[in-house]
């Protein structure tokens, strides 16, 4: 803005020599106008370039004037926005005051997360543990009965003043930090004794989901020899302080194990299935040894039937043959009776 205020400047003092240019020709001419013709004509036409120049000056200074203008209304407009910008950001201060509205702020942000990377059936927004009664703001299943809690805090006011006070040479900084940072240890004294519960299938560890990244990173700054830090202490209590970004990755590797895990059951399954089709198939085996054997003895004893037909039948036959040869015998004796008697008459 100070740079096009200067060339608006330039541009006036410019025209001003131009004018003062302009007039001190005009007076040339009045004095010349008496003399010889040739200079008059010279003159006239030294006039005429220069208004010409003049008169493209003035339009190119008058387009650039232009422009200026035009830049100069969008750079209070833009002014105008950021006073706006300002004025809503202040509204968005005085929204997340309270500490319930930055608390269900967090929580939406995490469910949403949640859900960009999970499946819906493998998390669950404020899950009752079936035990102790406690309720987590999310629990992810992981398979086997076990769960994964994760609880969303926000501690936003020491924070903010730390934040503020940080650019003073007092000491307003350094006890707005000790209070963020005790505000910090009571959020992780309150997990991990709270969602670390084996009996009701948790891990041994639970998430502090952080949903501001300056927070994260001022939970995770490197502390002075000597002095624990805020993560070394979280770590120590078996929570593990975790940010939008941070989250996101943990989720992405949870995903890849949580369909290993599915492979595996599903693998558990096609093996359970191929177990009892292998003792169908050896049950069906041995029904049908059963089977052949007792085929082979029926088999057996059709054979042994047919064996004694047949002698039934050679029997028969002999019978029948007999019985033949014996009515033949008998024919041929009455004829030999008659012709005897015949003889004696």
Known sequence: MELDIALLVALVIALAWLAWRITRLGHDVSRLAHGPSESLELLQREVEAVRSGVDARLREHGNYAQDLIQRLTSLQKA??????????LAELQKIFRPSHTRGAFGERMLEDLLADVL???????????????????????LGDG??????????????????EARGSDGGDAATARRAFARDVRRHIDDIAGKYLSPEDGTLDIAFMYLPSESIFQEVTYAAPNGVDSLVEYALRKRVVPVSPNTLYAYLCVI????????LQQNAREVLQHLTHLGAGVEELRSELGTAIRQARHSLNNLTDADRALRKVEERLELVSGLRKGEGLTTARTNESGESGEAGAV
Not at 79 to 88: A, R, S, Y
């Open 79 to 88: 002014t105008e926005d950021v006073g706006q910008l300002g004025t809503e």
């Open 119 to 141: 499946p819906r059936d493998r998390f669950r927004v404020q899950y009752t543990y079936p035990v102790s009664g406690v309720r987590a703001d999310v629990a992810v299943f």
């Open 146 to 163: 076990r769960l994964l809690a994760i609880d969303s805090k926000f501690p936003l006011d020491n924070f903010r003043r730390y934040v």
């Open 255 to 262: 995903r890849m194990g949580l369909r290993g895990f599915d």
